[in-house]
C-alpha cells in the first residue's frame, strides 16, 4: 500500500493508491484534482457507520448524567443529530473527516470538526428546530450563531444546513494543490 | 490526604480570582480530551443554569493553585465522582486570565468546598430561550479550551 504523488508543472495530487502518470494528461489532472479536494480523501465513505456507531453509545448513556443541571438526549434529538449529519455527509465534498458527535449536558448532541485546537466548528443539535453553531478559524476569523432548520423534507433540511456546510468547508480548504506561476 | 483537607478548610482564599491563577474542571469522558494538543474540548468549558442562583449560567471549576495534586483528586472523588456518570478520568487546567480574555469573570462561591468557583458572565437576556444564546456560550469555550492544558487522573482509588 503506497500513496503515490505525481508532479506536473509545479502541480501536486495524490490518489490514494493510485499512480496517475503524468502523462495522461489534463483530463487526468482534472479529475484528480475534483478527487483530491482536500487531504482528507477517501474518508468520508466510513462517515455513515460511524456517525451510527456514536448514536448508539449516546442512546446507550444518555441517562447517566447526574451532574446539577443535566438532562437526557430524546430520541427525537437523536433522531435529528442523525438526519443532519447524513445530509451534510451528501452535502460535504467528497474527503471531509467525519464529525465527533457527543451527547452535552444540556440533552443536545454536539456535531464537531476539529483540524486543531484554535480550529474547530461546532454545531448543536436539539429537539427544537433550531440549531446553533460556532467555529473557530485560526487566522480566517470565527463566526457564531443560531438559526431555524426545516426538517419537513430532505431537501428543506439540506437548505437550512447551507450556511453550516460552508462553515465546514472553510474548516478544510484544499490544499493539495499548489500552482505554479508558469 | 487529611492534612490536605484540613489545610483547605483552615486557609484563608483571595476574595477574588487573580489572574495568574490555576483553575481546573475535571473530565470523564475520553472525548473530551483533545489528543493532538493534550488540551480540553470546548465542551467541558459549557455553562448550566444553576437553580440555586436565580437559573445564572455557570461553568463548575476547582481553584487548584491553592491545593496539592492529592487534594485536587481528593475533591474530584467528594464533589465530583459520584455525581459523573464515570469517575473523572482527568482534569483541565488553565488560568483564570483566559477567562478574563473572553470577557468572563469568576465567582469564587466556595460552595461546596473552599476552592470552589464558578465561571459567570455568560451571555444571557431575559426571554430569551438559551436555543438561542447558546452560540454565544460556545465560542466563548471555544476559545478558552485550548488554554486548559489535561493532566491524567494517576490515582483513582477515589
Redesign the interface.
Known amino acids: 500500500m503506497t500513496t503515490t504523488i505525481a508532479l506536473r508543472q509545479g502541480e501536486f495530487w495524490r490518489k490514494g493508491d493510485e499512480y496517475l502518470p503524468v502523462s495522461e494528461g489534463s483530463r487526468t489532472i482534472d479529475r484528480a484534482r475534483q478527487d483530491t479536494r482536500n487531504f482528507l480523501s477517501n474518508s468520508a465513505s466510513d462517515w455513515i457507520p460511524t456517525i451510527e456507531g456514536a448514536l448508539r453509545a449516546i442512546r446507550e ?1 444518555r441517562f ?7 438532562a437526557p438526549v430524546t430520541d427525537g434529538t437523536i433522531e435529528l443529530a442523525e438526519r443532519i449529519a447524513i445530509s451534510l455527509f451528501e452535502m460535504l465534498p467528497k474527503g471531509t473527516a467525519v464529525p ?1 458527535l ?1 451527547a ?3 440533552g ?1 448532541i ?1 456535531l ?1 470538526w ?1 483540524v ?3 480550529r ?1 466548528f ?1 454545531l ?1 443539535i ?1 429537539d ?1 428546530k ?1 440549531i ?5 478559524f485560526g487566522k480566517m476569523g ?1 463566526v ?3 438559526q431555524p432548520i426545516d426538517t419537513t423534507s430532505k431537501s428543506a433540511l439540506e437548505s437550512s444546513l447551507g450556511d453550516v456546510a460552508r462553515y465546514v468547508t472553510k474548516l478544510f480548504p484544499p490544499v493539495a494543490l499548489v500552482r505554479s506561476s508558469g | 490526604m487529611l492534612r490536605d483537607m484540613l489545610q483547605s478548610c483552615s486557609r484563608q482564599l483571595p476574595s477574588s480570582v487573580q489572574a495568574d491563577e490555576l483553575i481546573s474542571t475535571f473530565v470523564y ?1 475520553r ?2 480530551k ?1 489528543q ?2 493534550n ?1 480540553i ?3 467541558r468549558l ?1 455553562p ?4 440555586r442562583h436565580a437559573r445564572r449560567l455557570e461553568t463548575s471549576v476547582c481553584r487548584s493553585k491553592y491545593l496539592t495534586e492529592d487534594g485536587v483528586w481528593e475533591i474530584c472523588s467528594l464533589h465530583f465522582d459520584k ?4 469517575p473523572a478520568i482527568g482534569r483541565g487546567d488553565g488560568l483564570a486570565r483566559e477567562v478574563y480574555k473572553v470577557g468572563l469573570s469568576l465567582d469564587p462561591d466556595g460552595v461546596p468546598y473552599a476552592e470552589h468557583a464558578n465561571i459567570v458572565g455568560w451571555d444571557d437576556k431575559p426571554g430569551v430561550p ?7 456560550w ?2 466563548k469555550a ?2 478558552m ?2 488554554h486548559f492544558r489535561y493532566v491524567e487522573r494517576q490515582n483513582r482509588e477515589g
Open positions: 448513556d447517566a448524567d447526574n451532574l446539577e443541571g443535566a465527533d457527543m452535552e449536558q444540556d443536545e454536539c464537531s476539529m486543531d485546537d484554535r474547530i461546532a448543536s436539539g427544537h433550531k446553533n453553531f460556532a467555529g473557530q470565527e457564531h450563531a443560531w | 469522558q472525548n473530551h483533545v493532538s494538543s488540551t474540548r470546548y465542551n459549557m448550566r443554569r444553576n437553580e455525581y459523573a456518570p464515570r438559551d436555543n438561542e444564546l447558546k452560540h454565544h460556545m465560542a471555544q476559545k479550551a485550548p
